[in-house]
């Protein structure tokens, strides 16, 4: 899987958001990769911290996936994005 990852120190600074920590980064595809270890079976704390973000986090990834997915459990939101071509798990 490719991740993209953005630097939240580069937006802070550009923003005049004030000191920043530039080893911060965060993936835009977060819903994906989050509902891809889903689909592989990892637990919510389990993907956070392979993905280095808290529980919450990945929580509130999968609930916006499940929810666009129009499904709603957890998996069945893995098996519809993975027949869907979505995710590869």
Do not use: C
Request: charged share 20%; aromatic share 6%; hydrophobic share 45%.
């Amino acid at each position: 899987m490719r991740r993209t990852v953005v630097s939240v120190g580069a937006a802070s600074a550009h923003h005049g958001w004030g000191s920043y920590d530039a080893t911060k980064v965060f993936t835009i595809n977060a819903p994906v990769e989050t509902l891809t270890w889903a689909a592989r079976g990892k637990t919510s704390a389990e993907i956070a911290k392979l993905l280095d973000l808290s529980k919450r986090t990945v929580d509130f990834h999968i609930e916006n996936a499940r929810t666009k997915l129009g499904v709603s459990t957890r998996i069945q939101a893995a098996v519809k994005a993975a027949t869907g071509r979505l995710i590869e798990p």
